[in-house]
């Protein structure tokens, strides 16, 4: 006798994976179990191809790793504005020592967010050279 439910995973993650997790309503979550065994595939694989799909029309990676740097160059202005000239924000090394700081935050907010050391890097990089600071 065969298994009607058997499972073809259509792809294979290997050593390379890293899971994204979210949870969903119990009826999404259902639907998508019942697609995977409609297709005769995991309920991974559905979430997978689903994903593709969906990112082929999102910006590109280097466009968000920009658009992330401009977002962190703002922040950065904006303590600017208004500190300058504070004790801590007045002397060119003051504002060094600051920056180092608000590099380390940034590091720690990407960091919590799941963002691998080499994308933060990335956009801390972009930020410096597109900004000069």
């Known amino acids: 006798m065969t298994d ?20 969903v309503p119990r009826q999404l979550a259902d639907y998508v179990r ?6 005769n595939t995991t309920s991974s694989d559905i979430i ?3 994903i ?19 977002r962190a160059y703002r922040e950065w202005q904006q303590r600017l504005d208004e500190k300058r000239g504070q004790p801590g924000w007045q ?24 963002i691998t050391l080499p994308k933060i890097m990335e956009v801390l990089e972009q930020m410096e050279s597109t900004y000069g600071v």
Request: cysteine-free.
């Open 4 to 23: 009607p439910f058997r499972i073809s995973p259509e792809e294979s993650v290997g050593r390379d994976a890293s899971l994204v997790g979210a949870y």
């Open 34 to 39: 019942l697609l995977a065994l409609y297709y």
């Open 48 to 50: 997978r191809a689903t």
């Open 52 to 70: 593709r799909e969906r990112l082929e029309n999102e910006e590109p990676e280097d466009s968000i790793v920009r658009i992330l740097a401009s």
């Open 91 to 114: 002397s060119q090394d003051d504002l060094h020592k600051r920056f180092n700081e608000f590099e380390y935050e940034m590091k720690q907010t990407l960091f919590k967010r799941k």
